[in-house]
């Protein structure tokens, strides 16, 4: 795992990164990148909105929080090769669209994807130049609880949730970065993966990607 270091000059000419958040469910992403989003930045982060086969929850928008799609559109999608990744988890569909991606880097901005961890994995297979970024709760206590409080899932579901949660984790040595979620402070941790993002900039040490 790799830490990020303190501020240093921001080139003039970064290399548009394609950026994953991960990390197992319940952990906060969307709360992170809800945060993160509130950060400026020049040029400005390109958030790829991914595409999903499950309903919307409360409070979600079609578009915004995701494509939601029928399962025969999004294999329509799959089909065509117009997703980066695709995969089923727990029980839905869940893809990242190629064209947000492309539209990022035409535009020379950093593509933001929050992906699954069976997602991300796929992603770094394909584009060796990803970074990753892994999400972790401060203990599985902590997750469970968020989980729980979610009450969106049936019983049976959360407990699918937990169980696969607790492996998740053990992927953290697959990733680039490790941050730790700590509860009540999301600002934080979303500055901390700002910071991460602005170091490896910095750096300019991955070759371009192509989609």
């Given amino acids: 795992m790799k830490m990020s270091s303190g501020a240093q000059p921001l080139r003039d000419d970064p290399v548009p990164m394609l950026v994953i958040i991960s990390g197992p469910s319940g952990v906060g992403k969307d709360t992170i990148i809800a945060a993160l989003q509130k950060r400026e930045h ?10 999903t086969t499950r309903a919307p929850r409360p409070g979600e928008v079609d578009g915004v929080s995701y494509h939601f799609m029928a ?10 090769g117009e997703l980066l990744e695709a995969n089923e988890v727990h029980g839905n569909w869940y893809g990242t669209p190629k064209a947000g991606v492309r539209e990022a880097l035409h535009n020379g901005q950093h593509a933001i994807l929050k992906i699954d961890v069976q997602g991300a994995q796929v992603v770094k297979d394909a584009v060796d130049s990803a970074l990753l970024i892994f999400v972790v709760p401060p203990s599985l206590e902590t997750l469970f609880k968020h989980l729980q409080a979610r009450k969106t899932e049936s019983a049976d579901e959360l407990e699918l949730r937990q169980r696969n949660a607790a492996l998740e984790l053990s992927k953290a040595d697959d990733y680039d970065h490790v941050v730790v979620n700590v509860e009540g402070n999301v600002d934080r941790t979303a500055e901390e993966i700002d910071e991460i993002i602005c170091h490896e900039e910095r750096l300019a040490s991955r070759p371009a990607v192509t989609v």
Avoid at 43 to 49: F, N, R, S
Avoid at 71 to 80: G, P
């Fill in 42 to 51: 020049q040029p400005p982060y390109h958030y790829v909105v991914t595409c």
């Fill in 71 to 80: 399962r025969a559109q999004f294999m329509a999608l799959r089909d065509a």
